[in-house]
């Protein structure tokens, strides 16, 4: 079984607050991923990472940053949340073709 | 740019019927094809996955087919129960390279007693 973990589960913030979304992995993959998920619905890829100090944004545009200084942390960082920002994210990561993903964060930006 | 098509969008099926669930790529590069499912409140979870060089597998009363000259591959799900009730998605990547994976649109699958 996959040892990815996301934090928080759940988030309820105001419009222009900024937020950090956490995601860490116990397998020692280099690679790990965020998407962006409304519930039960397509995925996108919004960023990704090959490794410590790589990153590269996905397929869908997202105001979101990420960071990776530690192969097992991936955090992902909104500067100012907009109610359009509402969704479910998901990180994952991998160490060659399947990927493992966490549970999710669901956010909702009033 | 939409690489994996998947259909149908939703499925209901009896409990005990065959759940089919249909998908195409365009990229022939793509040599690794798995199947997530996804239950409400989880992140998706690998199923089953096949590569081009065969052109079945089983796996317990889950089956993928893959047509490799038509580019298309689907997922059989043989004597439907309701705990089968998730989302299932499609994908393809190489498994060469960065193996990024590119997942179809999703099937909401629901098996009804």
């Known amino acids: 079984e996959a040892d990815i973990y996301q934090t928080p589960r759940y988030l309820v913030i105001g419009t222009g607050k900024k937020i950090t979304l956490e995601c860490s992995q116990t397998m020692g993959h280099d690679k790990m991923y965020w998407y962006q998920q409304d519930p039960g619905m397509e995925l996108h890829l919004i960023h990704y990472?090959?490794?410590?100090?790589?990153?590269e944004k996905g397929d869908l545009s997202s105001e979101s940053t990420v960071s990776r200084i530690r192969t097992e942390h991936f955090p992902l960082t909104l500067e100012s949340a907009r109610p359009s920002h509402t969704s479910q994210y998901l990180c994952a990561s991998s160490e060659r073709v399947t990927q493992y993903f966490g549970p999710g964060t669901r956010l909702l930006v009033l | 740019q939409q690489q994996v098509k998947q259909s149908p969008q939703s499925l209901i099926v009896q409990k005990g019927g065959i759940s089919i669930i249909n998908c195409a790529y365009e990229?022939?590069?793509?040599?690794?094809f798995p199947w997530y499912q996804q239950f409400p409140g989880k992140g998706p979870a690998l199923l089953i996955a096949?590569?081009?060089?065969?052109s079945e597998k089983k796996e317990g009363r889950f089956t993928i087919s893959f047509n490799k000259s038509a580019k298309q591959f689907s997922l059989h799900i043989m004597d439907s129960q309701p705990g089968d009730s998730a989302t299932y998605f499609c994908a393809a990547s190489y498994s060469g390279g960065y193996q990024k994976v590119t997942f179809g649109t999703g099937t909401k699958l629901q098996v009804i007693p």
């Open positions: 990472s090959y490794g410590v100090n790589s990153t």
């Open positions: 990229n022939t590069a793509f040599d690794y």
């Open positions: 096949i590569r081009p060089d065969v």
